[in-house]
């Protein structure tokens, strides 16, 4: 289960990566959502104090 919230961090950060050096303004907003959600992944992992 651990492994899986990293994955969906890594991938919602390359998503907002991708979107926001292609796409721009264009999707502007949905980008800075995932990159919220990205850094949310990462505090509830901190938070959960849980070791692979």
Not at 11 to 23: P, Q, T
């Amino acid at each position: 289960m651990s492994d899986l919230i990293w994955l969906i961090v890594v991938i919602l950060l390359i998503g907002w990566a991708l979107g926001y050096f292609a796409f721009g303004e264009a999707v502007g907003s949905l980008i800075h959502i995932l990159l919220v959600l990205a850094i949310i992944g990462i505090l509830w992992r901190l938070a959960t104090g849980r070791r692979p």
